[in-house]
């Protein structure tokens, strides 16, 4: 099983980025996927999940309005569109592979940095 996210980097306050997150190894229109995220001396926090078939999504109150999942299984590919990022924002994001939707999670990916800061 492989799971790498890629698209981080540092942007300004305000700014947007694009992750996404490449799965293999295991039949990935059959899992959920979610994204995570882990700030300095912080606890790893869910930000948002996505269904196998792309149908149902949830996120973090915090991101909600400014973040989006999606997913497309022809690709093996999850992403996590961030707009209108604060420097609250900056940690490791990771991506991940749940059982179920809203279920356990079982693959992690190594992260990606994203730094928000002028």
């Known amino acids: 099983v492989q799971i790498v996210e890629s698209g981080g980097g540092l942007v300004q306050p305000g700014g947007s980025l694009k992750l996404s997150c490449a799965a293999s190894?295991?039949?990935?229109?059959?899992?959920?996927m979610s994204w995570y995220r882990q700030a300095p001396e912080k606890e790893r926090e869910f930000i948002a999940e996505?269904?196998?078939?792309?149908?149902?999504?949830c996120y973090l109150d915090s991101v909600k309005g400014r973040f989006t999942i999606s997913r497309d299984n022809t690709k093996n590919t999850v992403y996590l569109e961030m707009n209108s990022l604060k420097p609250e924002d900056t940690a490791v994001y990771f991506c991940?592979?749940?059982?179920?939707?809203?279920?356990?999670?079982?693959?992690w990916g190594q992260g990606t940095q994203v730094t928000v800061s002028s």
């Open positions: 991940a592979a749940d059982r179920t939707y809203r279920g356990q999670t079982i693959y």
């Open positions: 190894g295991f039949v990935f229109s059959n899992y959920a």
């Open positions: 996505i269904s196998s078939g792309g149908g149902n999504t």
